[in-house]
């Protein structure tokens, strides 16, 4: 049920924002892009909770969904 979080870095665009700066800007929109993926591709789902880590280079992103019984959770980083 849950397929699309295992490619939730391709669905939501996220490949896109290694080229940008890792600043709160990028952080916020990272947010934007996964929020929309999953109504997109997953409209059945409910976001529970989306944390934006930043490390350095890295940007991960931490989230879990549910789907009706299905709870999903998945971790996506990003590297410049």
Known sequence: KMHAMNSIKWCAGLALLRHQRNDAALKELARVYVRD?????????????LAVEQDGPALTLRVRVRERETNAAVAVSIER
């Open 37 to 49: 993926a999953l109504k997109r591709w997953v409209p059945g789902a409910t976001l529970v909770s």
